[in-house]
């Protein structure tokens, strides 16, 4: 399904990216079960849920998709392994806001994972791959596509070529170099943490902000700056960057906005990070 939220003129729908659950430890890394328990519901034998929530922005000057997705090239035993629930649904939905793939102009990845990036290319009905968003420029940060190309040993896991393919710098990738506006209102910033080129989105319209944090952000769970997950690269640099844009963000009484939790689509903190005001999935 789709949902609105509205940050000025800007209009934020979160689409169907597919969901699939995932080791609570490995989500939630030094934080103790009995303390994330409280915050994040896990099943019987300690997994958790995630969306995928590929989050359409509409703008005057364009339509911007922030990450796209698990796709729908994952085998049968992949889908086992990451237990998948729900299946990515992202041209349909697209379809059902009137809007065709060619529609999107621009696609903003937070960083190179398949969860985030499985959306980029996808098989189509004779089997063969393509770009999902054919007229779309791709904006990922220049070190992130770096890692992409030439993995360490823990990414290279995350990081799958076959989400990649058809993607050429100048033709439909833009690298970007720490901070851009992409569009008038739609600003990245590399944070570095979760992966080395990750990026954060500021969305900015009509004097209401909003911010996409990715996955230094995956759900309102992680508010402390210290809570990460096991699978950041660079945890002194999540917590760092943290700290400085959950600090912005609540300063600006911004909107964070959430790719992997299931119903809080998006929120704002006070202060001591307690939630004070909640979009969720209908
Ligand atoms: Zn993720």
């Known amino acids: 399904m789709e949902h609105g939220l509205k940050i000025g003129e800007f209009a934020v729908s979160w689409l169907q990216g597919g ?34 929530s590929a989050m359409l922005v509409q703008t005057a000057q364009g339509n911007v998709l922030i990450d796209t997705g698990l796709g729908n090239k994952l085998t049968a035993k992949q889908k086992a392994i990451f237990r998948v629930r729900r299946e990515w649904d992202i041209p349909a939905g697209l379809a059902r806001l009137g809007l065709s ?3 999107i102009s ?22 063969g791959l393509e770009l999902t968003f054919p007229a779309a420029m791709h904006h990922i940060q220049r070190q992130e596509w770096e890692d992409v190309l030439a993995p360490n040993k823990r990414s290279a896991d ?21 901070e851009e506006e992409i569009l008038p209102g739609v600003r990245v910033v590399r944070t570095d943490g979760h992966t080395r080129g990750h990026q954060a989105v500021w969305l900015e319209s009509g004097g209401e902000i909003a911010l996409q944090l990715g996955d230094l952000l995956p759900m309102p769970a992680y508010s402390n700056p210290l809570w990460i997950t096991a699978y950041d690269n660079f945890p002194l640099n999540s917590i760092a960057a943290k700290e400085q844009f959950l600090g912005q963000a609540t300063r600006a009484d911004a909107w964070l906005l959430f790719y992997h939790d299931p119903e809080i689509l998006a929120c704002k903190f006070d202060g001591d990070g307690a939630i004070r005001e909640v979009f969720c999935a209908e």
Not at 37 to 51: F, G, I, Y
Not at 106 to 126: K, S
Not at 158 to 178: C, H, M, Q, S, T
């Open 158 to 178: 995350a990081y799958w070529p076959e989400n990649f393919v058809g993607l050429a710098e100048g033709k439909n990738l833009r690298l970007i170099d720490g």
């Open 101 to 103: 793939r060619e529609a």
């Open 106 to 127: 621009h696609v903003i990845l937070t960083h190179g994972d398949f969860d985030h990036a499985g959306g980029v290319t996808m098989q189509n009905e004779t089997g």
């Open 19 to 52: 969901e699939f659950e995932i080791d609570g430890g490995s989500m939630f890394g030094v934080v103790p079960k009995v303390l994330w328990e409280r915050k994040c519901a896990s099943t019987p034998d300690n997994h958790v849920r995630l969306a995928n």
